[in-house]
């Protein structure tokens, strides 16, 4: 089992930073490929960003490219979400995600259905 808990969303205004943190525990945790997917109001949930076990290998979603970068810390067993510029349309519920099943990230890193472990949410409000 992983037991995957995020943190650090809140309100912001457009342009501002957030940092979102998800810590792992459980079961070789350090050893999976991750990601960060969003849900807005009403849509389906959708691919932010994903890091491979190692963190050497990085996929971003193109509205998020240059401003979003995902990084993990294997000794804390923590991925992060650093978000800058952000604007109205990042307002989500944003999710952790990890794939138990390999390192490294599949040509469908940006599907839901890799990922069988995922975090409760945490809230991002951006304000204009």
């Known amino acids: 089992q992983v037991h995957l808990v995020e943190s650090g969303g809140g309100l912001v205004q457009a342009g501002g930073s957030l940092r979102l943190s998800c810590a792992a525990s459980?079961?070789?945790?350090?050893?999976?490929?991750m990601a960060w997917f969003r849900q807005a109001p009403g849509k389906e949930r959708d691919f932010v960003a994903a890091?491979?076990?190692?963190?050497?290998?990085?996929y971003y979603e193109d509205s998020v490219k240059g401003r979003f970068t995902i990084s993990k810390d294997n000794a804390k067993n923590t991925v992060y979400l650093q978000m800058n510029s952000l604007k109205p349309e990042d307002t989500a519920v944003y999710y952790c995600?990890?794939?138990?099943?390999?390192?490294?990230?599949?040509?469908?890193?940006?599907?839901?259905?890799?990922?069988?472990?995922w975090g409760q949410g945490t809230q991002v409000t951006v304000s204009s």
């Open positions: 459980g079961r070789t945790s350090n050893n999976y490929a």
């Open positions: 890091i491979n076990w190692s963190g050497s290998s990085t």
């Open positions: 995600a990890a794939n138990s099943r390999s390192k490294h990230l599949s040509g469908r890193y940006y599907y839901t259905g890799e990922y069988d472990y």
